[in-house]
């Protein structure tokens, strides 16, 4: 996989040109081209902000001459009326970043906040929340960083970090046994040193995992509260656990009471509300 930084840097290049295609011609037509001027970030509503640094990514790539200030750091908790950031030049310039770092921004705090709230439904309990690959397409390293920022943790950031045995890998495999013994012989075959994890439906499914082992994790999918509790005094510590499918808000707590070690909760980037961002001029 390509550094982080790069990846950034690309994503934000390839929608700078998405949106300026051959120029701002509002901006370019009502404001003079050397003309200066400064623009503060407006907080609309409470929430935990998030994509800082992207957004000053978005203004540096738009105009490398842009001045920005940053007043608080991504992870904060921000109320309405609170100033996030300054950028000050070419006024062409900002209005032509304005509305792609105020996307970036907004979905990052939206997903921040969320993962913040959910968090903050485990307070006291070791069980860590995780995400999941149901991100927007080309947008996942921006929504994974802000499940980060607001206190989660990243699960497999896609298909190739981490071998992954879902239901349909056990049915086309043949079963259980079938799939984790391919899992590891292709491990083996490629010399590759990456985790296995696999899904489990029912107490048949996981006594079969038990039985053969050769795992690090095991998923318990669509398990009851009760269930998993049950499951989780069954495996007794001798694999990593996780809990997954239609775990709420409401029925997290409740989940977690079970000893497992992770809930990963697919809402934390694809169930979310972009926090209220606006970028003013500053006239006076």
Known sequence: MKDSNLIIEEHIRLAIAEDLGNGDHTSMSTIPAEAQGKMQ??????????????AETVFHLVDPEIIF??????????????????????????LSAERLALNYMQRMSGIATNTAYYKSLLKGLPTRLLDTRKTTPGMRIFEKMAVNTGGGENHRFGLFDMILIKNNHVDFAGGVQEAIEAANNYLKKEALSIPIEIEVRNFEELQKVLEYGNIQRIMLDNFSPEALKKAIQIIDKRYETEA?????????????????????????????????????????
């Not at 970030?41 to 992207?54: C, F, N, P, R, T």
């Not at 904060?76 to 070419?90: A, H, K, L, P």
């Not at 775990?247 to 509300?273: M, N, R």
């Open 41 to 54: 970030l407006l907080v609309k509503e409470s929430g935990i902000i998030a994509g800082i640094e992207v």
């Open 69 to 94: 200030t940053a007043f608080l750091k991504d992870g904060q908790s921000v109320q309405t009326g609170d100033f996030v950031f300054s950028v000050e030049g070419r006024i062409i310039s900002l």
């Open 244 to 284: 997954s499918g239609g775990i709420t808000a409401h029925t997290l707590y409740d989940y977690a009471l079970s000893g497992v070690d992770y809930i990963s909760v697919g809402a934390l980037t694809h169930h979310i509300k972009s926090l209220d961002l606006s970028l003013r001029a500053i006239t006076h």
